[in-house]
């Protein structure tokens, strides 16, 4: 089911390109050993990614689709932030702006399927549970690694702001948390992938990262067999609880 | 591949008399017509189900590792809410309380491949842009039905209220909205869904909903072409755009 290499390669090769002739031509800082590592490899290549963000956006007034051309950035910080700066933008803001904090979003096209469940148990052992394949007719096999970490704050409606300065600290402090944790998740994703990968080929040139430790050359087996343990709960508690609802999302709220 | 349809048959009597012999037995009312169609097809069963749901969650202070068990449920509606009830429920808080609206989530597993590929373009193109497949290494194929549609706000922190009853108004009202479009868009998962089955079975018997018109037996070509379009493009979007991040969410956001 699975494309040549050689059909993969010229896939790999025209995307590749394409990026490198885009506007901003380069990948986020905290994502680019993540992205160098993949496209290492003969087998996976990134086809997008954001590293994560804090944004603030404004949008129109209520009533009818909202179209994208329709929405006004006000803000947006790939790194932790301050409140004065959300303050200071919030007071732009014209219709219905609303805080954002967008976690690590990455695409990697895959060659094989089993490339791709490799990849998929790597996330979701990482904490990107909501990561998911896409299987098109065509035989391109996307792997989006997504974040169940969020946080979405309606601030103001009609360009009035809804709430304090002292309020917006507080998101801030939160926003801020929850990007650190992501930093902390990409690190995660890093070493089990390059664990994973060196596992399959001992004589692989590691990538640069400081804090991988010999250990963790296990980790691929290990990766197995929690993903293993979780599909099996899942099945069985997502269902017993009280309204067929999964609390899982209660762990990601609040780290 | 695949597993036999035997094997595949045996899971899903073993899942479905599960679900019966759970503490609630049944399915969210607003999902159930969706999960019936399913489960009426061989190659299909479902395994979890929530039909989207507007929760009051309280979480510990701050610091540490949050468990599960740490967080306790303030409220939780399957339909649109009063805002009173709401700043009811928030009277209550102890620690930090985070309202969230949750969408529709379904998790589906399905016979083959190409079983899942059908329901991701039909999940895709009813406005569920997360959803992805998760194949395991025994062969057990699973599509997840996931928005981007959410809302997440922090409210108290040590059981004080940071915002006033104003603002919990506006944000029921938010909350609210973005169930009715999610109802809207169980609805046109249904409906496209349907269409698609009938589509490759003309003699399947129709599921109870007042709302297919015969034109919809085409969605099924539709869809995939509709998906194809939504792939190409976002290969060259989303690496061309300022800092490599999609802005597709901002669709999402107000709608």
């Given at each position: 089911?699975?494309?040549?290499?050689?059909?993969?390669?010229?896939?790999?090769?025209?995307?590749?390109?394409?990026?490198?002739?885009?506007?901003?031509?380069?990948?986020?800082?905290?994502?680019?050993?993540?992205?160098?590592?993949?496209?290492?490899?003969?087998?996976?290549f990134t086809t997008s990614?954001?590293?994560?963000?804090?944004?603030?956006?404004?949008?129109?007034?209520?009533?009818?689709?909202?179209?994208?051309?329709?929405?006004?950035?006000?803000?947006?910080?790939?790194?932790?932030?301050?409140?004065?700066?959300?303050?200071?933008?919030?007071?732009?803001?014209?219709?219905?702006?609303?805080?954002?904090?967008?976690?690590?979003?990455?695409?990697?096209?895959?060659?094989?399927?089993?490339?791709?469940?490799?990849?998929?148990?790597?996330?979701?052992?990482?904490?990107?549970?909501?990561?998911?394949?896409?299987?098109?007719?065509?035989?391109?096999?996307?792997?989006?690694?997504?974040?169940?970490?969020?946080?979405?704050?309606?601030?103001?409606?009609?360009?009035?702001?809804?709430?304090?300065?002292?309020?917006?600290?507080?998101?801030?402090?939160?926003?801020?948390?929850?990007?650190?944790?992501?930093?902390?998740?990409?690190?995660?994703?890093?070493?089990?992938?390059?664990?994973?990968?060196?596992?399959?080929s001992p004589d692989l040139?590691?990538?640069?990262?400081?804090?991988?430790?010999?250990?963790?050359?296990?980790?691929?087996?290990?990766?197995?067999?929690?993903?293993?343990?979780?599909?099996?709960?899942?099945?069985?508690?997502?269902?017993?609880?009280?309204?067929?609802?999964?609390?899982?999302?209660?762990?990601?709220?609040?780290?």
């Amino acid at each position: 089911m699975a494309v040549s290499m050689e059909t993969f390669a010229q896939w790999k090769n025209t995307t590749l390109e394409k990026l490198d002739q885009s506007r901003k031509g380069s990948v986020d800082e905290r994502a680019r050993h993540v992205v160098c590592l993949l496209n290492s490899q003969e087998r996976f290549f990134t086809t997008s990614s954001c590293s994560g963000r804090i944004v603030l956006m404004d949008g129109p007034p209520e009533g009818g689709v909202v179209q994208k051309k329709d929405c006004r950035w006000l803000f947006i910080s790939h790194d932790p932030c301050r409140s004065e700066d959300l303050v200071s933008a919030l007071s732009r803001s014209s219709g219905e702006a609303v805080l954002k904090f967008e976690a690590f979003v990455l695409h990697v096209q895959c060659h094989r399927l089993e490339d791709a469940q490799l990849l998929h148990s790597v996330a979701v052992n990482s904490g990107f549970r909501n990561s998911g394949l896409t299987v098109s007719r065509s035989g391109k096999i996307i792997m989006a690694v997504r974040s169940t970490h969020g946080l979405e704050v309606p601030l103001s409606h009609g360009g009035k702001l809804l709430v304090g300065a002292e309020y917006v600290h507080f998101l801030t402090q939160k926003a801020n948390q929850k990007m650190e944790e992501n930093f902390r998740r990409i690190h995660r994703f890093f070493q089990i992938l390059q664990a994973a990968l060196t596992a399959e080929s001992p004589d692989l040139q590691r990538a640069e990262d400081p804090a991988v430790t010999p250990g963790e050359q296990e980790n691929q087996a290990a990766v197995y067999r929690r993903r293993r343990k979780r599909q099996q709960s899942q099945t069985h508690a997502e269902r017993d609880e009280e309204d067929s609802c999964s609390l899982d999302d209660c762990l990601d709220l609040f780290s």
